[in-house]
T-cell receptor, first 115, second 115 residues
Framework: EAQVTQNPRYLITVTGKKLTVTCSQN?????MSWYRQDPGLGLRQIYY???????DKGDVPEGYKVSRKEKRNFPLILESPSPNQTSLYFCASSPRGVSGANVLTFGAGSRLTVL | GENVEQHPSTLSVQEGDSAVIKCTYSDSASNYFPWYKQELGKRPQLIID?????GEKKDQRIAVTLNKTAKHFSLHITETQPEDSAVYFCAASMGRGSTLGRLYFGRGTQLTVWP
């Protein structure tokens, strides 16, 4: 089944404890992206990757890191999480970019709480 | 960067009535406008999209209109049903050059359809 898989789905952690949210897709998509969703703020783009070894900042990259060493994986790294990073995180992928026929497929989401 | 504003933030309609959600964008270079539906506890899913060279697009009970001059686009749902209840997000993308991977979302509209 074609899908985007995120792990963990739920996580409660403490301030400053490094964590990684993994994202993997099995559709051979070139484009991958991370979004965070907060009540009343919609979806905001954190980072995106047009292809392997190519990553770019979105609207809210501060406090996050990403890497794209393989086509299928795009992990989101929080080096020193803070309470303002408590959010629902979505990973998404598409064949190429976000326009036209490139339909975004979202993962199921990862709910992160930082105490 | 692009700024997408979405109104209203909440919308309640009676089953069978129509619902309209409106979005405006700031950058005239934007040329692709998707709409996503997010049911409670689920991931966003694309329901319809429109490109800047088209003024209107329909898919059964759903239609999207685009006014490039005024820089606004709207989602129209006719004959609403309870299963249309969800959060709807509009988005905009320039789809080219250095912004190829950027997708800007509105803040969302919670649509409730009462039986």
């Amino acid at each position: 089944e074609a899908q985007v898989t995120q792990n963990p789905r739920y996580l409660i952690t403490v301030t400053g404890k490094k964590l990684t949210v993994t994202c993997s897709q099995n559709m051979n998509h070139e484009y991958m992206s991370w979004y965070r969703q907060d009540p009343g703020l919609g979806l905001r783009q954190i980072y995106y990757s047009m292809n392997v070894e190519v990553t770019d900042k979105g609207d809210v990259p501060e406090g996050y890191k990403v890497s794209r060493k393989e086509k299928r994986n795009f992990p989101l790294i929080l080096e020193s999480p803070s309470p303002n990073q408590t959010s629902l995180y979505f990973c998404a992928s598409s064949p190429r970019g976000v326009s036209g026929a490139n339909v975004l497929t979202f993962g199921a989401g990862s709910r992160l709480t930082v105490l | 960067g692009e700024n997408v504003e979405q109104h209203p933030s909440t919308l309640s309609v009676q089953e069978g009535d129509s619902a309209v959600i409106k979005c405006t964008y700031s950058d005239s270079a934007s040329n692709y406008f998707p709409w996503y539906k997010q049911e409670l506890g689920k991931r966003p899913q694309l329901i319809i999209d429109i490109r800047s060279n088209v003024g209107e697009k329909k898919d059964q009970r759903i239609a999207v209109t685009l006014n490039k001059t005024a820089k606004h686009f709207s989602l129209h749902i006719t004959e609403t049903q309870p299963e249309d209840s969800a959060v709807y997000f509009c988005a905009a993308s320039m789809g080219r050059g250095s912004t190829l991977g950027r997708l800007y979302f509105g803040r969302g509209t919670q649509l409730t359809v009462w039986p």
